[in-house]
C-alpha cells in the first residue's frame, strides 16, 4: 500500500510537470527574455552523476523567477526523477542574465542548495553547491514539439 501511494505521487508531480512542459510549448518565446522551456544536463562535479534535465522559467515580481526544475537520475538499473522549484534572483547585465537563488530540497536530497547561473540567448548555464554535492547545470532552448 505504501510503495503504491510513493508512486502515484512521483508520478503525479512528473505529469504535472510534463503537462506544463507542453502547455508552455505553445507560448512563443521572446529571443531576449530567460522566460519560458529549457532542457540540457546536469553533473554532479563530486561523484559524476549525471542525467537529463528541464526546466520552466516564469518571471514573477520584481526581478524574481520560478524556476521549475524536472532532473533525471540512474542509480545501477533503475531510473528516478526529481522535480523541484527555486525562486531566483535575476539581473540583466548587458547582453545576459546573471540569476542566483537558494532551496531546501530536504535532508534526503542534501538540504539546502544554492544556485548562481547566466543565461545568454538560447545558452543557459549555472553551478549548483550543497553541503554534500556541487556541480554544473548546461541547458538550451529545446526545438518546438
Not at 507542453?22 to 559524476?48: D, F, I, M, Q, Y
Request: glycine fraction near 10%; proline fraction near 3%; charge should be positive.
Amino acid at each position: 500500500m505504501t510503495l503504491c501511494l510513493l508512486a502515484t505521487l512521483l508520478m503525479s508531480g512528473c505529469s504535472s510537470f510534463d503537462r506544463a512542459w507542453k502547455k508552455s510549448a505553445t507560448t512563443p518565446t521572446a529571443a531576449n527574455s530567460l522566460a519560458g522551456r529549457w532542457e540540457g544536463t546536469w553533473l554532479s562535479n563530486v561523484n559524476g552523476h549525471n542525467d537529463e534535465l528541464r526546466c520552466l522559467m516564469s518571471p514573477m515580481t520584481n526581478g524574481l523567477y520560478s524556476a521549475r526544475f524536472h532532473a533525471k537520475y540512474r542509480k545501477g538499473i533503475l531510473r528516478f526523477t526529481f522535480g523541484y522549484t527555486v525562486p531566483l534572483t535575476v539581473r540583466e547585465k548587458e547582453d545576459a542574465f546573471q540569476f542566483e537563488g537558494e532551496s531546501n530540497l530536504g535532508w534526503y536530497a542534501g538540504g539546502i542548495y544554492r544556485y548562481e547561473g547566466t543565461v545568454t540567448g538560447t545558452n543557459f548555464f549555472a553551478t549548483y553547491d550543497s553541503k554534500y554535492d556541487r556541480g554544473i547545470f548546461r541547458m538550451t532552448r529545446p526545438m518546438q514539439d
